[in-house]
């Protein structure tokens, strides 16, 4: 069975940083999908925020997000982080980690599998 679990959320200042953590558990599943993260800000949508292909040498980002998060992942640890330097309030979302067949389908419908969701909340 596949599971995504999420850590790291918090409330933080505008300029903050924070990094997440989305640890997965399942046999023989980590190192064979390409991992994701989007988020959901209070009254809109899902947005996909970034995504990281099965070895981790190409990675993919929002235009919002460009520049000041980073997605890497530990294939050895089962787990994906996604850095987030210079947060904004606009940043402000549950966040959460997916798990897909490919950087393509991930980003245009979302995950196979997810995590519960982490919130971060940025003040100004």
């Known amino acids: 069975q596949v599971q995504l679990v999420e850590s790291g959320g918090g409330l933080v200042q505008a300029g903050d940083s924070l990094r997440l953590s989305c640890a997965a558990s399942?046999?023989?599943?980590?190192?064979?999908?390409?991992m994701g993260w989007f988020r959901r800000a209070p009254g809109k949508g899902r947005e996909y925020v970034a995504a990281i292909s099965r070895s981790g040498f190409n990675t993919y980002y929002a235009d919002s997000v460009e520049g000041r998060f980073t997605i890497s992942r530990d294939n050895a640890k089962n787990t994906v982080y996604l850095q987030m330097n210079s947060l904004k309030p606009e940043d402000t979302a549950v966040y959460y980690c997916?798990?897909?067949?490919?950087?393509?389908?991930?980003?245009?419908?979302?995950?196979?599998?997810w995590g519960q969701g982490t919130q971060v909340t940025v003040s100004s």
């Open positions: 399942g046999r023989n599943f980590f190192s064979n999908y390409v």
């Open positions: 997916a798990a897909g067949p490919s950087t393509i389908v991930l980003r245009s419908t979302g995950g196979e599998y």
